[in-house]
């Protein structure tokens, strides 16, 4: 077989076939060049960064590099942590590589993305998939990224074409739910998820976003079900017992949830999911512990950077909250809720809790300016939010 032939066993997903040509190849000669490339991109993907290596070394030894091996090494070098060498070889394959390499705008973009330049991880990915559009990997994280920018309805075609290329990819199929429950379509969540539960039955990923999203669809028992299965299987998966968790807490069961929530902080298990669950569940005990609340809400805020959810319930918190100094709780509250406002800068949620606490603290200009804001980015449907920015102007006058 040629070198394309390796090379397309790898994009399109088959590396236990491109490993064995690999290997075939290299038993007839020590030093084919391309088998031992393949090989060093293998071992990159499983995290052998040392075989890797060895590897690349020995196909570049007398200083032989070309496309290949640049890739290869700016792999090595971003896991070293050396980012800007990464990126100065993925830079040189872009600039010098003919034909283009795909697989270079996909490590640029990867890199960027890892640095939160998401922006420019978007350009190197559409790069990527514009120069080889059927590679599945190359499709799925364009849609992460677009995920991320809050572009669903772009994200949605590059997942179901991913998940065409490649069906038994669950990461594609729990992406593509998040997305459907973000706009509503739930029934066509769950249809997806038994349909990659018929290719890969009992898979715990698949299991775990199904029972979220039966709990959403009102169907409580199978979910419940679904989670204490999942639970008993993994007991030292942190995400299934916080699943569990969270049923136990929408059935009605508060005291089992915060129980459970505090046995997986007990052993170092928190996520920012358990951690906002115990801060529910704190704010609604009779009286509220709101110092515990506010103080799980922060560490939930600590173990997602990302999630601005846990930031805006906190400083919606602390501006309701009517102990101590109401002019340092509603400083506090603007502080985190532009928190909340930068980790999400499209969400209308932290702008119009913004609005309300400028309003109470007294900033009249910014609480107006604010909860015009909230008229701007508020969609038609978002009838509610838009009435009560309404209403916080009329009252501003």
């Not at 364009?142 to 949605?156: G, S």
């Not at 769950?190 to 715990?204: A, C, S, V």
């Amino acid at each position: 077989m040629t070198t394309q032939s390796m090379q397309a066993l790898l994009k399109a997903g088959e590396v236990d076939k491109a490993r064995a040509l690999a290997e075939s190849a290299l038993g007839k000669n020590k030093d084919d060049r391309v088998a031992l490339l393949t090989l060093a991109k293998l071992a990159s993907v499983d995290g052998d960064w040392a075989r890797a290596e060895q590897l690349v070394n020995q196909a570049t030894r007398g200083g032989v590099e070309d496309a290949d091996s640049r890739l290869v090494k700016a792999a090595l070098a971003s896991e070293r942590g050396d980012l800007e060498a990464a990126r100065a070889l993925y830079t040189q394959v872009i600039r010098e590589a003919k034909p283009p390499r795909a697989e270079a705008h996909f490590g640029l973009g990867f890199l960027l993305a890892g640095q939160d330049d998401f922006p420019g991880a978007r350009k190197e990915f559409e790069k990527a998939v514009q120069l080889e559009p059927e590679v599945a990997q190359y499709r799925f994280h364009l849609a992460r990224v677009l995920l991320v920018l809050e572009e669903l309805k772009t994200a949605l075609p590059h997942l179901e074409r991913a998940l065409e290329l490649n069906p038994l990819n669950p990461p594609v199929y729990v992406a593509w739910t998040v997305v459907l429950q973000q706009l509503g379509e739930l029934e066509q969540a769950e249809n997806l998820l038994r349909q990659g539960l018929k290719l890969m039955p009992d898979h715990p990923e698949l299991l775990n976003s199904l029972s979220s999203i039966l709990a959403a669809r009102g169907n409580v028992p199978e979910a419940f079900g679904i989670a204490k299965h999942l639970a008993r299987e993994f007991p030292d998966d942190a995400a299934m017992q916080g699943n569990l968790a969270r049923m136990m807490a929408a059935t009605g069961h508060r005291d089992e949830a915060l129980e459970l929530c505090r046995k997986l902080a007990a052993r170092g298990q928190s996520t920012a999911q358990t951690k906002s669950l115990e801060a529910m569940i704190l704010e609604a005990t009779e009286p509220p512990d709101v110092e515990g609340a506010v103080h799980a809400w922060r560490e939930a805020m600590d173990l997602d950077p990302d999630d601005w959810a846990p930031a805006n319930n906190l400083g919606n918190l602390l501006m309701r909250w009517e102990e101590g100094d109401p002019d340092e709780r509603l400083t506090a509250a603007i502080e985190i809720l532009e928190e909340a406002r930068r980790r999400a800068p499209n969400r209308v949620e932290p702008v119009l809790n913004l609005a309300i606490v400028n309003a109470r603290k007294g900033d009249k200009a910014k609480a107006q300016a604010l909860a015009r804001d909230v008229l701007k980015l508020a969609p038609a449907g978002e009838k509610e939010m838009r009435e009560q920015a309404d209403r916080l102007l009329q009252t501003l006058r």
